[in-house]
């Protein structure tokens, strides 16, 4: 028996009884014997578990690195696996998008090869994953998008804004203005069926929607994380948004993304017949230090 091996055992014990850091400690352990011993495959192993405990404490950067050695380790190892590997693209493409990045070609490979595995679980979350990816959005996006803004808007504010501003959301108000604003939208999921959408204006967040039927799948975070890239690549150093008061759902995820309720303000919403003044709360984000 390597010496590596009662580790891996004790760590998945650990993990078990819902102990995630002495878990990890552990397979550091392992891997820092595996590499000892040019045990590629182990090592890879150890690597996998650590990427996924690293994300799963909201640490995406390490846990990146391992899970793409972890790749590397499988790829050149004639004695891993095809599912070996799959398992560790799964974990470089969380990762990745938890930082915000494209992980496309990662779902995609991995799909393919749980697809060879027989592995249904892998196959559809490699769908699922894949109908989450943010792009620009593309003309066929136009009348869907301008659909599901305005059932996102009506389903949000209806009950919380003055009758006056919900007079002017008419249908034809939101096909206008998402074409107008089209070129710089970007959107969700596939073309011509898009699961939501953000709009990015100077230093603000201006739009943010998402369907109802891609709720608790973990779009809205993929969703996010692309919209904050956007902002940092821009220059952006403290990004804000605009949250209708009342709208408590919203309200919630913004702070559990990291957002935080600067104060209240009105601002010049617009509508077909011109600015319309609302009173919003003004959530703030710091995305870069200055």
Same mark, same amino acid.
């Given at each position: ?40 495959? /182990? ?18 950067? /390490? ?67 894949? !109908? ?19 059932? $996102? ?17 008419? /249908? ?19 073309? $011509?069926?898009?699961? $939501?959408?953000?709009?990015?204006? $100077?230093?603000?967040? !201006? ?39 009342? !709208? ?43």
């Amino acid at each position: 028996m390597q010496d590596f091996e009662p580790l891996f055992v004790a760590a998945q014990q650990a993990s078990a009884a819902g102990h995630p850091d002495q878990a990890r400690d552990l397979y550091a352990k392992a891997a820092d014997k595996a590499r000892a011993v040019s045990a590629a495959v /182990p090592l890879a192993h150890a690597l996998r578990h650590i990427s996924d405990l690293d994300r799963e404490a909201g640490q995406a950067e /390490p846990a990146l690195a391992a899970a793409d050695e972890a790749v590397a380790l499988y790829r050149a190892s004639p004695d891993a696996t095809d599912l070996d590997l799959a398992n560790a693209l799964r974990l470089s493409a969380l990762a990745r998008e938890a930082l915000g990045q494209a992980a496309t070609d990662f779902w995609r490979e991995a799909g393919a090869l749980y697809q060879d595995a027989d592995v249904a679980a892998g196959v559809e979350e490699a769908q699922r994953r894949l !109908n989450l990816a943010t792009r620009a959005a593309e003309p066929e996006d136009l009348k869907p998008l301008a659909q599901l803004w305005r059932q $996102g808007w009506l389903e949000a504010h209806q009950a919380i804004v003055p009758e006056a501003l919900i007079a002017l959301r008419t /249908p034809e108000s939101f096909a206008e203005r998402m074409a107008a604003a089209l070129p710089q939208v970007r959107a969700l999921g596939p073309v $011509g069926a898009p699961l $939501g959408f953000h709009l990015i204006k $100077g230093d603000e967040l !201006n739009q943010f929607y998402l369907s109802a039927a891609a709720r608790g799948t973990g779009s809205a975070g993929v969703l996010m994380a692309d919209a904050e890239m956007r902002l940092v690549e821009a220059g952006v150093a403290t990004a804000w948004l605009a949250c209708a008061i009342g !709208n408590a759902r919203a309200a919630r995820f913004y702070e559990k993304s990291g957002w935080v309720l600067a104060r209240e303000v009105v601002v010049p919403t617009e509508t077909s017949a011109g600015p319309f003044p609302l009173k919003v709360w003004r959530y703030e984000k710091q995305l870069l230090r200055t």
